[in-house]
T-cell receptor, first 110, second 116 residues
Framework: DQQVKQNSPSLSVQEGRISILNCDYT??????FLWYKKYPAEGPTFLIS?????DKNEDGRFTVFLNKSAKHLSLHIVPSQPGDSAVYFCACLQASKLTFGTGTRLQVTL | EAQVTQNPRYLITVTGKKLTVTCSQN?????MSWYRQDPGLGLRQIYY???????DKGDVPEGYKVSRKEKRNFPLILESPSPNQTSLYFCASSLPPGLAGGLWQFFGPGTRLTVL
């Protein structure tokens, strides 16, 4: 049973616009929530995280929102740039275990 | 340069032939982990290790073994590979999860394994 889901396999956004990537989870015991970015032929790289006691965390163009009651996580990228084109994974941490979502491929077009 | 290295990067093998994928990190991290990435399934954790001689199962441990005899190394062993283990494998390391820095898992470049 998939505890962490990213229901949109792909997303296309124009350069300069906002990209919104979504993630849903079922386990209310997760402590931290993270976003990773992955380019082809490379390992994932950490992007941003949020603790379960917060509802928003911002780092430059990237903002992560957490809605615990809805068990929903989202990543906003503003403004989107062509270099943001990659696969984005959300991940949820409980104790020492990290559970990843299925990924969303973001394409930022000119 | 801080890095996680994996070898080999690509491997084609046959069913039943034992193989080992090595993973090494130079950041003195306590925590190391193995994941496999499959289309439509994302990354799934195979095994993780909190420190030397301490390992535990992730979500998909069947058919895999690991060992952690040294802090820097965390090899993944497939005793009798089968075609359903054809996948892209990633090793990662970090400080202990739960510490602020522990969220910054560093991933290796991946090993693409094909089992015929």
């Amino acid at each position: 049973d998939q505890q962490v889901k990213q229901n949109s396999p792909s997303l296309s956004v124009q350069e300069g616009r906002i990209s919104i990537l979504n993630c849903d989870y079922t386990n209310s015991m997760f402590d931290y929530f993270l976003w990773y970015k992955k380019y082809p032929a490379e390992g994932p790289t950490f992007l941003i995280s949020i603790s379960s006691i917060k509802d928003k965390n911002e780092d430059g163009r990237f903002t992560v929102f957490l809605n615990k009651s809805a068990k929903h996580l989202s990543l906003h990228i503003v403004p989107s740039q062509p270099g943001d084109s990659a696969v984005y994974f959300c991940a949820c941490l409980q104790a020492s275990k990290l559970t990843f979502g299925t990924g969303t491929r973001l394409q930022v077009t000119l | 340069e801080a890095q996680v290295t994996q070898n080999p990067r690509y491997l084609i093998t046959v069913t039943g032939k034992k193989l080992t994928v090595t993973c090494s990190q130079n950041m003195n991290h306590e925590y190391m982990s193995w994941y496999r990435q499959d289309p439509g399934l994302g990354l799934r954790q195979i095994y993780y290790s909190m420190n030397v001689e301490v390992t535990d199962k992730g979500d998909v441990p069947e058919g895999y073994k690991v060992s952690r005899k040294e802090k820097r190394n965390f090899p993944l062993i497939l005793e009798s590979p089968s075609p359903n283990q054809t996948s892209l494998y990633f090793c990662a390391s970090s400080l202990p999860p739960g510490l602020a820095g522990g969220l910054w898992q560093f991933f290796g470049p991946g090993t693409r394994l094909t089992v015929l």
